[in-house]
């Protein structure tokens, strides 16, 4: 898997958007990016994926680089139930070995 | 919404035990697969399935096996438990296609003592 790179941790306060940036420059031209996140203890939760456009759906938009070397997911209304570590992963559509690997990912801590 | 379902959140073994983890999926998902998390050492891949009765190994099937004898069920099979086999095990199940995400059960913390 192609790799990336996020923030360690951030900070939002409860109600506003939480912008939670990931780079991934050598991203290949058949490789999805993908957003997941764990709350502790508990199993990794699929939030987003996309290839080139912007993805919406109802727990949280992406927006992707028109260069794709960067992409950014987007909580619209954080709440303290968005507390969690969230993973930004690119893999490609086809073929070759199919285990997720995540990196450290970006440890998002929503302020009440 | 997609719902893979792990049988235990917590279990505690003995070593030289037999241990059985079972994961079903309610999507008609054609892959599944398990994952053991460790502080540290992220995700690792332990055996996915692609299709009834079909198995592959993934990155640390050693001590490991698994049976998929109907398309949503897939076990974990730790043949005789070691302590070193005192993790977090993750079940994922994916549709037929490799761009479609991967949806993860709530997970199995497993001791041995």
């Known amino acids: 898997d192609a790799k990336t790179t996020q923030p360690p941790s951030m900070d939002c306060a409860e109600g506003r958007a939480a912008n939670l940036p990931c780079n991934h420059s050598t991203i290949s031209g058949n490789e999805y990016v993908y957003w997941y996140r764990q709350i502790h203890s508990q199993g990794p939760q699929y939030i987003i994926h996309?290839?080139?456009n912007n993805e919406t759906n109802e727990m949280a938009s992406l927006i992707i680089t028109e260069d794709r070397k960067s992409s950014t997911l987007i909580l619209p209304h954080a709440t303290l139930r968005d507390t969690a570590v969230y993973y930004c992963i690119v893999r490609p559509s086809g073929g070759g070995a199919d285990g997720l690997t995540f990196g450290k990912g970006t440890h998002l801590i929503i302020q009440p | 919404d997609v719902k893979v379902t792990q049988s235990s959140r917590y279990l505690v073994k003995r070593t030289g035990e037999k241990v059985f983890l079972e994961c079903v999926q309610d999507m008609d998902h054609e892959n599944m697969f398990w994952y053991r998390q460790d502080p540290g050492l992220g995700l690792r891949l332990i055996y996915f399935?692609?299709?009834?009765?079909?198995?592959e190994k993934g990155d640390i099937p050693e001590g490991y096996s698994v049976s998929r004898e109907k398309k949503e069920r897939f076990s974990l099979i730790l043949e005789s438990a070691s302590t070193n086999q005192t993790s977090m095990y993750l079940c994922?199940?994916?549709?037929?296609?490799?761009?479609?995400?991967?949806?993860f059960g709530d997970g199995t913390r497993l001791s041995i003592l």
């Open positions: 994922a199940s994916r549709g037929v296609l490799s761009s479609q995400p991967q949806h």
């Open positions: 399935s692609y299709d009834v009765k079909m198995k």
């Open positions: 996309g290839l080139k």
